[in-house]
């Protein structure tokens, strides 16, 4: 299957400062979605974006899809956005491979 | 809209029972339903893809006499741990998605945490 790695595995943040996460897959996808896992284990669709660039509020994200990569960029931050960060691959028989995650965490 | 719901939140029991775990699609119809397990600090781990009406499919390595899926409705699947061992204990999730779209997201449920004393 398609192999999915998140970089880096954990972040400390400071509030209001600005992050990036990367995703990097092993072969071409279909789909790529971020999420994110508050610390109550839901999980939340960031983005659907198999290429291109999207904003949302203080999220932004850009898949380059012909160099297999994602990134999510996080904007002046706050403790809320703490969590872990996944993304994930859809592969033609619709299921999602996911990365190892990383873990933010945002200091007051 | 697109809210996934599960019931238990959390369940403690002891070794050797089965416990029966529900996701529902509240304000749409899934066709497909996913499994996933999520051990602690580690990724989502698929289990099974479950399709209204039909056998669910599942990975390799998970025993499907041990974790039986059943999606009798276009908004309920259930995924019942047989003869639950301290083993089994972790994050269970469901997902669901519709038809339409090709599948493009699918929508997680809240989890449930089991623990097998």
């Known amino acids: 299957g398609i192999q999915v790695e998140q970089s880096p595995p954990d972040l400390i943040l400071q509030e209001g400062a600005n992050s990036t996460l990367r995703c990097n897959f092993s072969?071409?996808?279909?789909?790529l979605q971020w999420f994110h896992q508050n610390p109550w284990g839901q999980l939340i669709n960031l983005f659907y974006i198999p290429s291109g660039t999207k904003q949302n509020g203080r999220l932004s994200a850009t898949t380059v899809a012909t160099e297999r990569y994602s990134l999510l960029y996080i904007s002046s931050s706050q403790t809320t956005d703490s969590g872990v960060y996944f993304c994930a691959s859809r592969s033609n028989d619709y299921k999602l491979s996911f990365g190892a995650g990383t873990t933010v965490t945002v200091r007051a | 809209g697109a809210v996934v719901s599960q019931h238990p939140s959390r369940v403690i029991c002891k070794s050797g029972t089965s416990v029966k775990i529900e996701c529902r699609s509240l304000d749409f119809q899934a066709t497909t339903m996913f499994w996933y397990r999520q051990f602690p600090k580690k990724s989502l781990m698929l289990m099974a893809t479950s399709n209204e009406g039909s056998k669910a499919t599942y990975e390799q390595g998970v025993e499907k006499d041990k974790f039986l899926i059943n999606h009798a409705s276009l908004t309920l699947s259930t995924l019942t741990v047989t003869s639950a061992h301290p083993e089994d204990s972790s994050f269970y999730i469901c997902s669901a998605a519709t038809s339409g779209g090709a599948l493009e997201t699918q929508y997680f449920g809240p989890g449930t945490r089991l623990l097998v004393l």
């Open positions: 072969d071409s996808v279909n789909n």
